[in-house]
């Protein structure tokens, strides 16, 4: 395999958005498809646009509760 395909797939296991997608392939057959497709579509417009790109690690501190004005409450 190329180097760019391995640094793209090991980024992938490593961002808040390639651990949330990994997680809502494995719940997919445990929930019902509406439901499914309703928490993917909430995560890619509420909070991949936010934290989707960040390490994993970055999303692990104190700050990962920084929310969207929006969402604050």
């Known amino acids: 395999m190329e ?3 391995l ?3 090991l ?3 490593t961002t808040f958005e390639g651990i949330a997608r990994e997680w809502l392939r494995k719940m997919q057959n445990r929930w019902v498809p509406t439901h ?3 928490i993917e579509r909430r995560l890619e417009r509420d909070i991949f646009p936010f934290m989707g790109n960040r390490p ?3 999303n692990l501190s104190s700050s990962r509760f920084n929310a969207p004005s929006q ?3």
């Open 7 to 9: 640094t793209m797939k």
């Open 3 to 5: 180097v760019a395909k």
């Open 56 to 58: 994993i690690s970055d």
């Open 36 to 38: 499914h497709d309703r």
């Open 11 to 13: 980024m992938a296991n």
């Open 71 to 73: 969402y604050s409450a």
